[in-house]
């Protein structure tokens, strides 16, 4: 048994514990400012749907004021035609001017009940609108909470991997260049567990026998030895059935 294999491998399994926090923290530094400009555009899409409606309302009211404009407009004319009626009240004119009437104050309040009806959907539409800028109001408040503790969990975040960085200069201290090449090698390839135990003489990152000759050379650990199936460095934990970091030495 060769006591720097041991140590090589202790130190790489350190490494791999360290990388993989270091991927997720990373991650999470990625994802975060991604998860901001996410609830921003929430926001913003609420907020502009909401003014897009407030718009229509207007062009709605204005339309509404403008047929109100001509209904009075209608109702003037037709009490000028029933003045005028006053004076003629015999002969054909008269008769004439009679149905006029009729059938302009008809129409007249078929135009108003149409307005009463179009006034009740514009006062929902208002009704609806408050309703949701109450709502929006609401939730920007929350999503701008949410945004502030994402943006400081970035900080945190940040001194994490400075922190991750730093133990991982540590570690690599006293592996080779080459060492470091391959385990990077292999990390790329199969991304976890670049070193992993065999036991009963599988390898537990791929759950492949390695083959016998090789397993017992793992067993005597005077060198490091890869899987041929995954290519993962394998170590050999003395039958502890718990498979722990080997010990230096
Ligand atoms: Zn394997």
Redesign the pocket.
């Known amino acids: 048994m060769d006591p720097n294999v041991q140590i090589i491998i202790k130190k790489l399994i350190e490494l791999q514990l360290l990388d993989r926090e270091l991927v997720e923290s990373e991650r999470k530094h990625r994802e975060n400012p991604r998860k901001v400009s996410e609830l921003e555009e929430k926001i913003r899409s609420q907020r502009e749907k909401i003014e897009s409606e407030k718009e229509l309302l207007k062009n709605l009211e204005l339309e509404q004021h403008q047929k109100e404009n001509d209904l009075k407009y209608r109702e003037d004319k037709t009490k000028r035609v029933e003045a005028k009626i006053r004076a003629v009240r015999t002969g054909k004119e008269y008769q004439a001017l009679l149905r006029e009437i009729a059938l302009t104050k008809k129409e007249n309040n078929e135009i108003e009940e149409q307005l009463i009806r179009r006034m009740e959907e514009l006062e929902q539409i208002r009704m609806g609108l408050v309703g949701q800028e109450e709502a929006l109001k609401k939730g920007e408040v929350e999503v701008l909470a949410e945004i502030q503790k994402l943006q400081q969990d970035v900080e945190g975040i940040e001194v994490q991997i400075d922190r991750l960085q730093a133990q991982r200069a540590v570690i690599t201290v006293g592996l080779q260049k080459t060492m470091l090449e391959r385990y990077r090698r292999i990390r790329d390839r199969v991304s976890w567990n670049v070193v992993?135990e065999v036991k009963g003489g599988i390898?537990?990152?791929?759950?492949?026998n390695?083959p016998p000759q090789l397993f017992n050379e793992v067993i005597r650990s005077d060198s490091l030895y890869q899987?041929?199936?995954?290519?993962?460095i394998?170590f050999y934990d003395g039958g502890n059935p718990g498979g722990r970091t080997p010990e230096a030495g």
């Open positions: 992993i390898c537990q990152g791929c759950f492949v390695v899987c041929p199936n995954c290519q993962r394998i």
